[in-house]
């Protein structure tokens, strides 16, 4: 798991999986590629951090990895933050927006652009959308996609760009304001899930669907509502 919220939704699990025998132990990674060598590694059982997308990719570019999804848990809209300006409209032309070098997160940001009426994509990019997929970008808007999504927030808060595009749980884990700074964000229908991911061969076990259920719970999912207050939403809103 990552720490923000994953960990936290874990931390929140863990006594519902103890009452059902199930004993806990959580892993905390920094970034997106270690829980998917981990889990192919026999490290882990499970890990809970992708989306679709990203699992999708993993899988094409890495042949040994054996996983399927067995449960959506939460959704975290994608975010565009500024310090600067109040709204999508008001960037300037020639505005440095940053952005993650992670490709499976492009074709979410890039749409929320698009949107807003700033860029024009190619017809049919869809969610495989990547910055060379940009045919009209009047204010010549200067995407940048060299940071890796877990240094985005410290971007954020040492004044880079005219805008930052950060995943929330890296937002909420840096300490970003998202009601203050947060000026787009993707739409609930468009956020894909996070998922909890297992080697093929054991998506029929017990223990399995036992800690996916706990996670679907009613206690987890307002675990999930109350804490995070809307910047991550349960699968079921």
């Excluded at 923000?4 to 929140?12: F, G, K, N, T």
Aim: proline fraction near 4%; charge should be negative.
């Amino acid at each position: 798991a990552t720490a923000v919220p994953h960990a936290e939704v874990l931390e929140a699990a863990k006594p519902l999986l103890k009452e059902k025998g199930i004993d806990l132990e959580i892993k905390v990674f920094q970034d997106y590629i270690l829980p998917n060598v981990a889990l192919k590694d026999k490290d882990l059982d499970a890990n809970y951090f992708q989306t679709p997308g990203y699992l999708a990719l993993q899988m094409k570019d890495n042949k040994d990895f054996d996983f399927v999804s067995v449960g959506e848990i939460h959704k975290e809209p994608i975010g565009v933050y500024s310090k600067k300006y109040k709204s999508l409209k008001d960037l300037p032309n020639g505005a440095k927006i940053i952005m993650s070098n992670s490709f499976s997160d492009h074709g979410r940001i890039l749409p929320i652009f698009e949107k807003a009426g700033l860029i024009k994509l190619k017809d049919g990019v869809g969610a495989n959308a990547r910055v060379e997929d940009i045919i009209e970008n009047p204010k010549n808007l200067d995407f940048s996609t060299l940071i890796e999504a877990k240094l985005l927030a410290s971007s954020f808060e040492s004044g880079e760009g005219d805008a930052v595009v950060i995943n929330t749980n890296y937002a909420l884990e840096g300490g970003v304001d998202i009601g203050k700074y947060g000026i787009a964000f993707e739409g609930d229908d468009v956020v894909p899930a996070n998922l909890v991911v297992v080697r093929s061969e054991d998506k029929d076990k017990e223990t399995i669907k036992t800690f996916v259920d706990v996670l679907k719970s009613k206690e987890i999912q307002d675990f999930i509502k109350e804490k995070y207050k809307g910047s991550v939403v349960t699968v079921s809103e």
